[in-house]
């Protein structure tokens, strides 16, 4: 060490070393909080439930497209199911094709089911939940995913009476 | 060599860690010399505007008591909180209320956040007032830093600016009426062009409300405006000011302070040495060439040590000092947020926030002269300073030249007599409007208790000049009085103004309605 | 030498430390101490203590502590009452305490939250997340603190336009007593109708507690309190008041007070507004809605009630097929709503647009 070099002072003191400490410790604690903060504690907007009409209105056979909603509609002999019509690849809406839905984004396709055919999806179009409400009216509860081939099973008016 | 590339490739990928931790941190280890002390300074992005040396007077706690360094952190935790609210605020008088109650009661800490933000706003209004004051008492505005100063005097402007266009994002009641106010005082120059019969020509003061407000009224386009100014025009136009600011310290050659005494001994417990050992390479030399009247090339540093880590240390302290005294208030005191706005009811009193409350009492005489021409002639004089008082001496000395003292003493006493004494005559016995019901308005735009208060601190400051035969002290008269005018009729209106901006000793005495 | 900067490693030491105790203090306070994850962890306990079904340990599986809310987009409104209220509609909970309890009632039945929230019929702040700032007794800076017992009733009026509904006797009782017993109407004025030579009352329900004199008013500073001691003594409550005594009893006071709580101008969009039964007009025959219908001409070529001309639609068609909304923008503006028409627009302004609304909605 050069003669103009001065001796250090000790820096690496106790007391350096615990403002230093508390110092960052502050800044990340703060720092969990700013990234914290932008993560929405309760997701604003309503509960994705739709009223569709009655099970009347839907005869075997028959199938509906919300399209607000982005939900099909499909009725069976089994019953009625609701099936999203959002991909699961990158969440464009299917259009109906001729061997089930077809995505105009990246070119998945789905069977009437829901099942991939080919393309990119990972998985299968979500089938949603039916219920029904206290009118009597069908309600799709665009939140709530179900089992596929979970239908609502219409009862026949012979059923009703027994 | 048929392998060498990929054996490269790996030696490559194994060092890695210290590579990449050598092009980022240049010196890559805690400094161990004054040379790597001295790199550590210039090769750093954020540090490089630091001196690599700083006078041990500038270190000083007594000198400049943190100020501007406060004043600059709360603007770092007010630029921090403020973009976290930007997430959740929505700037439609539809939504604004409603997303401050979202903010309140269902974002993670977000009514902390509110806190911190509302009191670093304060803890900034007040640091940046204490700083000038600071600069002036020690006479630091002298050549060659005028220039800074006016600097530093567009930066209290655009704070105050900053605070002003806050004030009505909650949308609330408190907002929109404050608001209300302080645009009609931008309206105000109507009052002169009314009692003079040129509106109709010549509308300074609608020109500049329609440019504030967008509208004649507060509403939707006001509430976009000061959103944008609060967000961005004015956060940018401080953000360069400040860079200036410092920029200007370094190179009006450090914070001001007294000559060191050539060759002498050090007064502040420094020692005689040359600056760097010396080298082959000399970083140091240009980062040296300052406007001052001596450079420190080549001369011993005396009372001077490096920047890295006594000024960092400093620098630290007092950000997070800031840092604490924002967070414990914030803890504590929550940010007012009233009713909706609701132009059909005002509030009672509508007060603006605490900063403008001594403007507000000038404007309860005239809202021309209190709310424009008065906060202006205050400005103007303020910017004249370093150029109408140029005889050196003093500068980085509190009262630094004989007789400054005293004078702001008697300033001191003089301002608080004729203040207390203007509001206790305007209280109990009325202005020209009592006395003289058909008076013309112009009388009272030129004759209140507002204009007669300059007037006195005008005459006291002269009288000073004259007695004193010193600009300085002058100076130090007219500046003293205006601060504690300022700050009497600050909390005059604070604490003794109630509704219909009438005289209460305590707000417990306001009427219930 | 001596180190100038030891004493600030000495307050960066406290300062850092005093905001590390105050940061983690604030994010214990705001994240893990709030009231309502205190009391979300007491209904876990209490729902633990009831899973003894099937259908009890899936409730319990699908609780998680977090914040709750409806939200309503029609009504303007988000309700958090349910992050509290836990227990509204599970029946399991009427023996709890409070805010756990069920929902009295079977009102929930007809009113589901999902449609209605909270807010609309109790009043208070439905966006607060704890007891006091949800207004449940009055609050500084909240102009519709909850309205609290036989009160409630006014809620209803909300939507429920018919004069007479028995579920809410107070209310029915005041519209009566309002025409019939005390003639209100030949001074006060609701909508338009009425005198003109008293203060309107068509919004008094939520006039700004600030537009109130409390000064003499001995009880608590709420509308329901003012307006009820006014009823009693209207010379007590404003001392230059022309307005004659009443010299009502308690009950007919509260039951004018309900009616005027039920005047507000938080008024639900058309598709919650309940027309009374067939037969029951909403009294709007006869008035200048059922006026301004004749004079704007729309019988010129509109069938309404088995008048008109025959060029357009029939109007009752019409009012089963659209919404309220619908009617509303076509007689502001009734081109954009049927394309290709030519009828013409006939310049009437947005209350003037409502009345119409109302009007025909209430005839068919």
Redesign the interface.
């Known amino acids: 060490?050069?003669r103009?070099?001065?001796p250090?002072?000790s820096?690496r003191s106790f007391?350096?070393l615990?403002?230093?400490g508390?110092?960052f410790?502050?800044i990340g604690?703060?720092a969990a909080?700013?990234f914290?903060?932008?993560?929405?504690?309760?997701l604003?907007?309503?509960?994705r439930?739709y009223k569709i009409g009655r099970p009347e209105e839907f005869p075997v056979g028959s199938e509906k497209r919300l399209e607000k909603e982005n939900v099909f509609i499909f009725r069976d002999t089994e019953g009625i199911y609701a099936v999203s019509a959002i991909c699961t690849h990158l969440g464009c809406t299917v259009a109906r094709s001729s061997d089930g839905f077809a995505c105009p984004c990246h070119g998945s396709r789905f069977s009437p089911g829901g099942k991939v055919l080919g393309g990119p999806a990972p998985r299968p179009l979500p089938w949603l939940e039916i219920s029904r409400a206290?009118d009597g009216q069908l309600v799709v509860l665009a939140d709530n995913e179900v089992a596929e081939g979970t239908r609502f099973r219409v009862l026949a008016p012979s059923e009703i009476e027994g | 060599m048929a392998d060498t590339a990929v054996r490269e490739f790996l030696h490559n990928l194994r060092l890695l860690p210290q590579t990449f931790k050598e092009a980022w941190l240049r010196l890559g280890k805690v400094p161990e010399s004054e040379r790597e002390e001295s790199q550590a300074t210039f090769h750093n992005f954020f540090l490089h505007i630091h001196s690599v040396r700083v006078h041990l007077r500038t270190l000083s706690p007594t000198l400049t008591w943190g100020l501007g360094l406060a004043a600059t952190a709360s603007f770092v935790i007010l630029t921090i909180t403020g973009v976290l609210l930007m997430v959740y605020y929505k700037p439609s008088t539809e939504l604004a209320y409603q997303s401050m109650k979202d903010i309140h009661f269902t974002v993670a800490t977000g009514r902390f956040i509110r806190n911190i933000h509302r009191w670093s706003a304060h803890v900034m209004v007040v640091a940046v007032f204490l700083h000038m004051a600071r600069v002036f008492f020690t006479a630091s505005y002298k050549k060659p830093r005028e220039f800074n100063w006016l600097i530093g005097l567009a930066l209290l402007v655009t704070t105050l600016g900053l605070s002003f266009t806050g004030y009505l994002l909650p949308w609330d009641q408190l907002a929109y009426w404050a608001i209300t106010i302080g645009s009609n005082i931008a309206n105000s120059p109507r009052e002169l062009t009314d009692a003079l019969g040129i509106t109709r020509w010549f509308d300074p003061g609608g020109f500049q409300r329609q440019l504030l407000l967008g509208a004649n009224y507060v509403g939707e386009d006001a509430l976009i405006r000061f959103y944008v100014l609060h967000v961005f025009v004015l956060p940018l136009v401080l953000l360069i000011l400040v860079g200036v600011h410092f920029w200007r310290i370094r190179k009006d050659g450090g914070l001001a302070r007294p000559e060191d005494p050539m060759g002498g001994p050090a007064e502040w417990g420094g020692e005689r040495r040359p600056v760097f050992e010396p080298l082959a390479t000399k970083t140091y030399g240009l980062m040296a060439v300052v406007k001052g009247r001596r450079a420190t090339v080549n001369r011993g540093p005396e009372n001077t040590v490096m920047s890295w880590p006594h000024l960092l240390w400093a620098e630290m302290a007092v950000f997070m000092l800031t840092v604490a005294v924002s967070l414990i208030l914030s803890f504590y005191f929550d940010a007012p947020l009233k009713e909706l706005a609701n132009p059909a009811i005002p509030e009672n009193p509508a007060k603006a926030p605490w900063y403008f409350l001594g403007i507000q009492e000038l404007v309860s005489y005239s809202a021309f002269m209190g709310g424009l021409v008065i906060p202006a002639i205050a400005v103007l004089g303020l910017a004249l300073i370093p150029f109408l008082d140029r005889r050196p001496g003093g500068e980085g000395v509190w009262f630094g030249t004989p007789g400054e003292r005293q004078v702001a003493w008697q300033s001191f006493l003089f301002a608080l007599a004729v203040t207390i004494g203007m509001l206790t005559f305007t209280i109990n016995f009325g202005w020209l409007r009592n006395w003289f019901p058909d008076i013309h308005q112009l009388w009272i735009i030129f004759i209140n208790p507002g204009t007669l208060l300059v007037l006195f601190f005008a005459g006291w400051s002269l009288w000073v000049l004259e007695r004193r035969n010193s600009v300085r002290l002058a100076a130090v008269a007219l500046f003293t009085c205006f601060l504690i005018g300022f700050t009497l009729l600050t909390y005059f209106a604070t604490v003794h103004r109630g509704p219909n901006w009438e005289f209460y000793w305590w707000p417990s005495q306001w009427p219930v309605h | 030498m001596k180190d100038p900067a030891q004493p600030y490693r000495g307050l960066l030491l406290v300062s850092s430390l005093a905001t590390l105790v105050f940061l983690v203090a604030a994010a214990m306070r705001e994240n893990y101490l709030a009231d309502w994850q205190v009391l979300q962890r007491e209904y876990r306990s209490i729902l633990e203590a009831k899973a003894t079904d099937p259908l009890g340990r899936e409730v319990l599986a699908s609780f998680h502590i977090e914040l709750r809310q409806v939200s309503i987009p029609p009504l303007g409104r988000v309700d958090r009452c349910i992050t509290c209220h836990l227990g509204i509609d599970d029946p399991r909970m009427s023996d709890v305490r409070q805010p756990f309890r069920t929902h009295s009632g079977d009102l929930l039945k007809h009113h589901s939250i999902d449609r209605f929230g909270c807010t609309v019929c109790h009043l208070g702040q439905g966006r607060a997340t704890s007891y006091r700032d949800a207004a449940h007794q009055p609050l500084a800076f909240w102009d519709t603190p909850m309205l609290k017992g036989q009160y409630l009733q006014a809620s209803c009026g909300k939507c429920h336009l018919g004069s007479v509904l028995p579920q809410a006797a107070l209310l029915s009782l005041g519209r009566a007593l309002y025409k019939e017993e005390f003639a209100c109407d030949t001074c006060h004025r609701i909508n338009d109708e009425g005198g003109t030579d008293c203060p309107e009352l068509t919004h008094v329900g939520s006039k700004p507690l600030r537009g109130f004199d409390f000064s003499h008013v001995k009880g608590e500073r709420t509308r329901p309190e003012w307006l009820f001691e006014h009823f009693k003594d209207p010379q007590a409550i404003v001392p230059d008041s022309l307005m004659p005594n009443p010299e009502m009893t308690d009950e007919q006071a509260v039951a004018l007070t309900v009616l005027m709580l039920s005047l507000t101008d938080d008024i639900p969009p058309f598709d919650y507004i309940l027309r009374p039964a067939a037969g029951v007009g909403m009294g709007l025959e006869g008035t200048d809605a059922a006026a301004l219908f004749e004079g704007k001409g729309c019988l010129l070529c509109h069938q309404f009630a088995g008048q008109g001309g025959e060029l357009a639609p029939d109007l009752a068609k019409l009012v089963s097929q659209r919404n309220a909304d619908w009617l509303f923008r076509h007689f502001k503006n009734p081109r954009p709503t049927v394309p290709g028409s030519d009828i013409s627009p006939r310049q009437l302004d947005d209350s003037e647009a409502n009345e119409l609304t109302r009007y025909v909605l209430s005839v068919h």
Not at chain 1, 44 to 47: A, D, L, R, W
């Open positions: 060490m050069s103009l070099e001065p250090r002072v820096r007391l350096s615990a403002s230093l508390s110092f410790a502050a604690v703060a909080g700013v914290r903060l932008p993560n929405p504690t309760v604003p907007g309503p509960v439930r206290a």
